[in-house]
């Protein structure tokens, strides 16, 4: 399996490559250079396989000859062995026709873990090859870091240097990073907001005293093989549902789209997806460019659902390319246009394109409210503010109601607990796995909002590129 760049300049790559290197060296991202297939006989010889195991066989042909079949099964019998659930992704029904997929049962209680317990080993297997070391360098307003520093602890080859804004993330969140005591795990706690530690964070992939000596790596989801691991649920979903004979929806909080683009993707592998829904908060350029084709930012308006108070979605370019027409000049022209004025249109076909799978649709505060509350009183389900965006969504769908709809639940509801007893008057509780994170002990350092000393910081402390 090849991988391209949607600015058409890098040089393609093998898996190995693509998941090593996160952004190509055109500014673009990674995509495969078609996408495989399933035929309907062979999405219906995966009904009822464990997690791991359909994982393996979903995953192999973006795998290509990076692994043996052996060894990738072995990984994500490994990454997913660590989920609470041993369904790993479970379904619950709300009524006739609503459900949810819970994608929070893994180590710190957000979806993101389900791909980044892959990526830690992944880097892990990749390195010890090449005898390498990697050096990633991230910034976080929360959730992302938490799952990124669990899936590495401990890793030979990697070490994590993970920036947060000091005093600006939930408690739960620091603990659920600064508790995790493995030497090559670094939290800093940076003067500043998250968009002060996020431009240190790209200062530092741009600065050659630094890139010459360290790799240096990214865990965000721009990297491809985050993508592909979330490909698995929407197969472990369908095929609860019958796929291939029968078709299901989904909706999808949406932040950075990486999410919601892993469902095109099973989509463009065969499996029979009627509509995806990419449910925004207030914070709605998605849904703007997707309702009216205007991809323009905007200033972010801080909610209850802060993993996606985004300003721009860095995997929407991958849909405008797919559906666009795959054209990688075409793209980087457009990308320089927007990245000039912060605002661009979409072009008819990319618009077309998108309309064939995706609709849009956007929730405010009190619709999240409303969510919550419906998912409570309905189903005695007590679910988080981001999945109840997602769930608004649902319910105002006028799909064919034989269709089932399917909300992903990416958050536990005890990672924010005071939105959710605001709306339901419940307060949920950390699940006992987790439940001593106030008891252990915290590390991290505390620097000054200043590029110079996190460079000298990060220098000291990680190991060259061998
Ligand atoms: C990251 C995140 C999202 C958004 O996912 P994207 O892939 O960025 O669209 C939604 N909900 C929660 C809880 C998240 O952590």
Known sequence: MEYISTRGSAPALDFEGVTLAGLASDGGLYLPREWPRFSEAEIASMAGLPYAQLAARVMA???????????????????????????????????????????????????????????????????????????????????TGSAAIDAVAGREGVDIFMLHPNGRVSDVQRRQMTTVRAPNVHNIAIEGSFDDAQAMVKRMFADESMTNRFNIGAVNSINWARLMAQVVYYFYAALQFGAPGR?????????????????????????????LIVATNVNDILHRALTSGDYSTGTVTPTATPSMDIQVSSNFERLLFDVGGRDGSAMAEQMRSFDANRSMQLTNAQRQGAAGLFASYRADQDQTSRAMQWAYQHAGEIIDPHTAVGLSAALAS?????????????????????AVERATGVRPMLPARVGDLFAREEAYTELPGNYDAVRDFVAERATPAG
């Open 61 to 143: 042909p973006f795998v290509g000859d990076s692994l043996t079949q052996e060894e990738l099964l072995a990984l994500c019998e490994q990454a997913y062995g660590r989920f609470a659930h041993d369904a790993v992704t479970p379904l619950v029904q709300l009524n006739e026709r609503q459900w949810l997929l819970e994608l929070f049962h893994g180590p710190t209680l957000a979806f993101k873990d389900v791909a980044l317990q892959l990526l830690g080993l992944l880097f892990e297997k990749f390195l010890s090859r090449r005898q390498g070391n990697l050096t990633i360098v991230g910034a976080t307003s929360g959730d």
């Open 247 to 275: 078709k299901v929806a989904f909706s999808v909080p949406t932040g950075n789209f990486g999410d919601v683009f892993a469902g095109h993707v099973a989509a463009q592998m065969g499996l029979p997806i009627e509509q």
């Open 398 to 418: 006028e799909l064919d109601p034989a269709i089932p709809m399917v909300t992903l639940a990416t958050a536990h509801p005890a990672k924010f607990c005071d």
